[in-house]
Nanobody, 130 residues
Framework: QGTLVESGGGSVQAGGSLRLSCAANRDAYGSSCFGWFRQAPGKEREGVAH??????GYVYSVNGRFTISIDNAKNTLYLQLNSLKPEDTAMYYC?????????????????????????WGPGTQVTVSS
């Protein structure tokens, strides 16, 4: 019974910053794979950033501007959004997953930008004006 709850969204002007937070309960946080997705009206959902099991990645359009991080003491996932652009306007979702079991060697791989995460938060809106 994992749950994720995002917060920190809002309306800012281009060039501004926001910090999104995602509070996770024990089941969701213990999944080990985490990420942020976003979806704007009329556009496909896209992965923004992911982190887990030694891997971190960002979609090219946000690379150098956004930073994903985890505070294990607080069971919280963060996404720092800097130098925001109008194109960043979207509903942002945090996600978590236990990872897919793989052999050779035995391990669990995180979904990365694949949308097959088990747990999804309800989303927080980010609006950037020009």
């Amino acid at each position: 019974q994992g749950t994720l709850v995002e917060s920190g969204g809002g309306s800012v002007q281009a060039g501004g910053s926001l910090r999104l937070s995602c509070a996770a309960n024990r089941d969701a946080y213990g999944s080990s794979c985490f990420g942020w997705f976003r979806q704007a009206p009329g556009k496909e959902r896209e992965g923004v950033a992911h982190i887990g099991r030694g891997n971190t990645g960002y979609v090219y359009s946000v690379n150098g501007r956004f930073t994903i991080s985890i505070d294990n003491a607080k069971n919280t996932l963060y996404l720092q959004l800097n130098s925001l652009k109008p194109e960043d306007t979207a509903m942002y979702y945090c996600v978590s997953d236990k990872g897919r079991l793989r052999p050779s060697p035995l391990r669990r791989d995180c979904p990365g930008f694949n949308g097959s995460y088990r747990y999804w938060g309800p989303g927080t809106q980010v609006t950037v004006s020009s």
